[in-house]
């Protein structure tokens, strides 16, 4: 019994051994998802394209390889991943670019003049300069100030000809 006991645990130790062994051995390889196996990429410029990358390589050269099938300067693309732009140094795994992704190549944009009605929006208020607040007499109030209005409209009255003008006329 005791020999049958022995054995099985010669083999469960072997068994150990064995199991250790392939995974220190899993832990020197790199994961998948390091691996440089190229991968298929889609690019859409002015044709669609098919590009054959890894995963180190750089948003400029991937713009390089555009611009040797399109004839568009590297300067002048901007390289988008759905919709959002792409920096030239950082790598496609810095980017999450995936395996059969597509990337837009669109052309950079002139200018940042605007035009129109809106170019002014929200200008005005910033430019006029600010005044500070000034103390005034008080209005009269009531009695008082029927009594002016009476004196402005039929006492101080200066016969003139033509239309009668308004309080805020000029003139």
Same mark, same amino acid.
């Given at each position: ?36 196996? =190229? ?16 995963? +180190?390589?750089?948003?400029? +050269? ?88 009476? =004196? ?17 006329? =000029?003139?």
């Amino acid at each position: 019994f005791f020999l049958f006991l022995d054995s099985i645990f010669a083999v469960a130790v072997a068994v150990a051994v064995s199991a250790v062994q392939s995974i220190s051995s899993l832990k020197s390889t790199p994961p998948f998802f390091f691996s440089v196996a =190229n991968m298929q990429l889609f690019v859409r410029a002015q044709e669609l394209h098919t590009l054959e990358v890894t995963v +180190q390589e750089t948003v400029a +050269q991937i713009k390089a390889h555009v611009a040797s099938l399109e004839g568009i300067a590297p300067e002048d693309q901007v390289l988008l991943m759905a919709g959002t732009p792409l920096e030239d140094e950082a790598t496609l795994g810095q980017c999450g670019v995936e395996a059969l992704s597509t990337l837009e190549v669109a052309g950079r944009m002139l200018g940042g003049k605007v035009h129109g009605s809106l170019a002014r929006a929200g200008k005005v208020r910033g430019q006029t300069p600010k005044v500070a607040k000034q103390e005034k007499k008080k209005k009269k109030t009531g009695r008082a100030k029927r009594r002016m209005q009476y =004196n402005r409209r039929f006492v101080n009255v200066v016969p003139t000809f033509g239309k009668k003008k308004g309080p805020n006329a =000029n003139s």
